[in-house]
């Protein structure tokens, strides 16, 4: 059985950081393409930043908006892929999910909110 588990979310001030953390069993991890991607209100859901299979080595990519501010990892070992957000700002606030991707299967977690505000 496949599971995705987003944690970590929660509310910060603008300027702080938040460490998403996904968790993930059922598949074979170290094949597939890990990505975060989030949605806000009104807004399309948009990817936020990927890290390759360990075939790709690990090759990462990110949004505009976050290149500099956010970092993704992912740790074969334990099944898990992170995102560490860092400078945060008011419009990074949205539903981050994680999804996994090996050519055409797609697993998507059920998400963990992210609110920046003071």
């Known amino acids: 059985q496949v599971q995705i588990v987003e944690s970590g979310g929660g509310l910060v001030q603008p300027g702080g950081s938040l460490r998403l953390s996904c968790a993930t069993s059922?598949?074979?991890?170290?094949?597939?393409?890990l990505s975060w991607h989030r949605q806000a209100p009104g807004k399309e859901r948009e990817l936020v930043a990927s890290?390759?299979?360990?075939?790709?080595?690990?090759?990462?990519n990110y949004a505009d908006s976050v290149r500099g501010r956010f970092r993704i990892s992912r740790d074969n070992g334990s099944k898990r892929v992170y995102l560490q957000m860092n400078n945060l700002k008011v419009e990074d606030t949205a539903v981050y999910y994680c999804k996994a991707l090996f050519r055409a299967v797609v697993y998507w977690g059920q998400g963990t909110q992210v609110t920046v505000s003071s």
């Open positions: 890290v390759g299979a360990t075939a790709a080595y690990g090759m990462t």
């Open positions: 059922g598949f074979p991890f170290s094949d597939y393409v």
